[in-house]
């Protein structure tokens, strides 16, 4: 079965430093994985995906995430955040079924962004 | 740039009510989908869409929920008698293909039930 874990729930960073959110996977085929944010009371916005081309991801805002298959993780990565990052992060995979797919979220990442 | 849209943004509605959440899906999308999320909790899946068919539902989705693509633009949920624990936001997605294609989600209905 597909699934992915978040392992934090929060993270708080400065202004202008590096944002790492973490994520590993699980999966029993070669998974495409996908990033998506959601801003106060706004909707969920796909930052990224991997589908088995480059194992590095570049995304929108200047975030990207590397693919590591030995380390089953697909961590999230932006140098330098901005206020406009504080938002929830949604590591997600898809759970392909009969053909159709349906997408398996993490528990999110809530990034806080301070001056 | 083409977006998936809902409405009402936020509908509260008595315990035992039915509820129709509306979605308007990305127009040259094939596949549509229901996921929810009750606060503090994950986004679930709750049914997938295809050729005016479920394709996929989950435990969730029990027979107090029906979906129906009315007309050539619009894609409902219903829930014909709501519970407390119904109480949650619910997102609409669509996709142009299954196959790992991205899902696009709208904003969200944000449901409370008392």
């Known amino acids: 079965a597909q699934s992915v874990t978040q392992l934090d729930s929060h993270v708080s960073v400065s202004e202008g430093t590096p944002v790492l959110l973490r994520c590993n996977y699980s999966?029993?085929?070669?998974?495409?994985l996908f990033w998506y944010v959601q801003h106060p009371n706004k909707g969920l916005q796909l930052l990224l995906k991997?589908?088995?081309?480059?194992?590095l991801v570049k995304g929108i805002n200047g975030f990207e995430a590397e693919f590591k298959k030995s380390e089953t993780s697909f961590h999230l990565t932006k140098p330098s955040a901005h206020m406009s990052d504080a938002a929830e992060y949604f590591c997600?995979?898809?759970?392909?079924?009969?053909?159709?797919?349906?997408?398996?979220f993490g528990a999110g990442t809530r990034l806080a962004v301070h001056p | 740039e083409p977006e998936v849209t809902q409405t009402p943004s936020h509908q509260v509605t008595q315990m035992g009510q039915e509820v129709i959440l509306r979605c308007v899906p990305i127009?040259?999308?094939?596949?549509f989908y229901w996921y929810r999320q009750i606060l503090g909790q994950k986004v679930e899946f709750l049914v997938s869409?295809?050729?005016?068919?479920?394709?996929?539902k989950s435990e969730i989705f029990d027979d107090q929920f029906s979906v129906e693509r009315p007309d050539g633009s619009n894609f409902t949920l219903k829930i014909r008698s709501t519970k407390l624990e119904d109480s949650a936001m619910y997102f609409c997605?669509?996709?142009?293909?299954?196959?790992?294609?991205?899902?696009?989600f709208g904003p969200g209905t944000r449901l409370l039930v008392l």
């Open positions: 997600v995979v898809i759970h392909f079924s009969g053909g159709y797919n349906k997408l398996i």
């Open positions: 999966s029993s085929y070669s998974p495409s």
């Open positions: 127009s040259n999308h094939l596949y």
């Open positions: 997605a669509s996709s142009g293909h299954r196959g790992g294609e991205t899902q696009y």
């Open positions: 991997y589908t088995s081309a480059a194992t």
């Open positions: 869409f295809y050729n005016n068919e479920i394709s996929e």
